[in-house]
């Protein structure tokens, strides 16, 4: 898996210039590309863009190329705009001809101009240094992504630990819970004094009820203790959880890209453990969701970076 964040420059002479092109890279959710380059290199421009995209997926991408000095041009004098400025005099002063001294010559506006050269001929030259820089960036973003990886892995095993131990915590939790709610449901309910509830127990026993009969009279009278205690019932989450950890191991153990899939298991993931805080109801185990929620925020902060 690569990372987002990478660096690359390559330098390179053109025509006793020195040109440096340079390549950095930043994670982003898609991938955008900006180019920095003298308006001499414009037409450049599509050509580069096109080579960037070919070879990324994501991330937000910079690069420009900067000289030392400005790029050679040269420099003629446009006699075609002396013509015509002699030709509007003649017409203003109503003459055949007008000639201006060649003094005058360098107080007309545009009369010196700089041509800039056709760098094209160099197009060659500036793709190769270009793919050079984005080598070297790709490289860096191969290393970065491999140490990335080795953290996302340690924090995911710190998280199947700590749910091995919430696991454990919640078992003996469901055990001490389904104690009491059959205490409740059962014997509160045969040792009820009522009246109304003595004579359903005498009916009870005189009609021999079976089972199907008494647990539909259990149903009626204690309805919201036994809905309660379904619904409380944390066991999808737990292993919706574990589900999840293992999925985001099988990613990080892999080598393609899929930063996004990652993001959404730790989206899936962050859901599970705030029900599971919220159904458990338990101290020690809220503390270990505590724990779970910041590890799953470290993992997202690091998962950001790949790409």
């Not at 995209?53 to 705009?81: C, W, Y």
């Amino acid at each position: 898996m690569e990372s987002m964040t990478g660096f690359g420059e390559s330098r390179f002479t053109v025509e006793g210039v020195q040109v440096v092109c340079s390549a950095r890279s930043v994670n982003s959710r898609f991938l955008e590309v900006e180019l920095f380059f003298p308006s001499e290199l414009a037409w450049f421009r599509s050509s580069a863009e096109e080579i960037i995209r070919k070879r990324f997926m994501r991330g937000h991408i910079e690069v420009t190329l900067s000289t030392s000095q400005p790029l050679p041009a040269d420099t003629i004098f446009n006699t075609d705009l002396v013509l015509q400025y002699e030709r509007f005099l003649a017409q203003q002063l109503k003459r055949k001809k007008v000639t201006l001294d060649h003094r005058e010559y360098l107080q007309i506006p545009g009369f010196v101009e700089r041509r800039v050269k056709d760098w094209r001929v160099y197009q060659n030259k500036f793709e190769f240094h270009l793919m050079r820089a984005l080598i070297k960036m790709h490289r860096s973003r191969q290393l970065e992504g491999r140490r990335t990886t080795r953290a996302c892995l340690t924090h995911v095993r710190y998280l199947t630990r700590i749910l091995r131990r919430v696991k454990i915590l919640y078992t003996n939790l469901s055990k001490k819970k389904a104690a009491a709610i059959r205490h409740k449901i059962y014997y509160d309910w045969v040792d009820n004094s009522t009246e109304s509830a003595k004579s359903e127990r005498s009916k009870l026993a005189n009609e021999r009820k079976n089972t199907m009969q008494i647990a539909q009279a259990l149903w009626q009278t204690r309805k919201e203790e036994i809905l309660r205690a379904i619904q409380s019932d944390a066991t999808e989450e737990l292993s919706r959880i574990a589900m999840h950890l293992t999925r985001m191991l099988e990613i990080f153990r892999k080598h393609e890209s899929a930063g996004r899939e990652a993001e959404f298991f730790l989206q899936e993931l962050q859901r599970e453990i705030n029900t599971l805080s919220a159904k458990a109801q338990d101290g020690e185990i809220n503390t270990l969701t505590v724990l779970m929620k910041t590890e799953v925020e470290k993992l997202r902060e690091q998962v950001r970076n790949l790409e």
